[in-house]
């Protein structure tokens, strides 16, 4: 179960870049954290689900839209990816099908 404490996520907001499994359901309060901890609210976020499977789907966002819950309906495993590294998907527009881009090259679940 994920926390809000912001303890709990001291370690993430010092990273360049996290990447959490199965973060979902808890997407809001965590990128909430994040942002009480530091990380900028127009820091780009990548939701990525059924990561390593040709069916996988790519949503993004910052944090400051997911923690006002931007999170789409997700039907299997996801990715919660976090970092400028992922600007790029960003200005790609948002969702994205199964095929991999020049931001994100899904493989073996993970971003």
Do not use: F
Not at 84 to 98: I, K, P
């Amino acid at each position: 179960m994920c926390s809000s404490d912001l303890s709990d996520w001291a370690a993430a907001t010092g990273a360049d870049t996290v990447v959490l499994y199965m973060a979902s359901r808890e997407a809001p309060t965590i990128a909430a954290s994040l942002i009480a901890g530091g990380k900028s609210p127009e820091l780009p976020v990548v939701l990525v689900e059924n990561a390593s499977l040709p069916a996988s789907r790519r949503h993004a966002t910052t944090l400051r839209r997911l923690a006002a819950g931007d999170v789409p309906e997700l039907a299997g495993p996801a990715l919660l990816c976090v970092g400028e590294v992922y600007r790029g998907q960003l200005a790609a527009g948002g969702e994205a099908d199964g095929r991999s881009t020049p931001a994100i090259r899904v493989a073996a679940g993970s971003c």
